[in-house]
């Protein structure tokens, strides 16, 4: 009865030790999303003239829309992940001039600084680039 009972009892611990662990992880990741989640504006000052740049995540998508005198000239969006450092985007629509994007995956390190996001990495594995964005929703 004894080790019945004693086996019941590791197994219990352990059932809960693993719910803990599980739950803090899910925690993580939750932060992690939302450390990333809003409107962001690029501001990097090799864009030049009147072109400018926003991007805006959801807890799943980002949608990506460049604007020459508030006009909008390009847009590409999907899905992404984000673990905290590393943010994958998975290139799933836009529009006619950037076609030659879809189903391309980019990665990049993200660090957060205010703010602020920089991120860096190799543009659809082939264009190293180094961009600095601003939350501004």
Known sequence: MKRCFLGAM????TLL??????????EKQGNNVDQI???WQYVT??????????????K??????WTVDNEIVNS?????????????????????NVRNRLGSKTIVDVRFEGNRKHISGV????????????RIE
């Open 17 to 26: 030790f693993c719910a803990n662990v599980s739950c803090k992880s899910l």
């Open 76 to 96: 590409v969006g999907g899905t992404y992940s984000f673990d905290g450092k590393t943010y994958t985007e998975n290139v799933e629509f836009g529009t006619p």
């Open 60 to 65: 799943n998508h980002f949608l990506v829309v």
């Open 45 to 58: 000052e090799s864009m030049s003239g009147n072109v400018k740049m926003k991007k805006i995540i959801t």
């Open 123 to 134: 543009l659809f594995g082939t264009t190293p680039f180094n961009e600095v964005w601003e």
């Open 10 to 13: 590791v197994v219990f611990v």
């Open 37 to 39: 989640v809003g409107v």
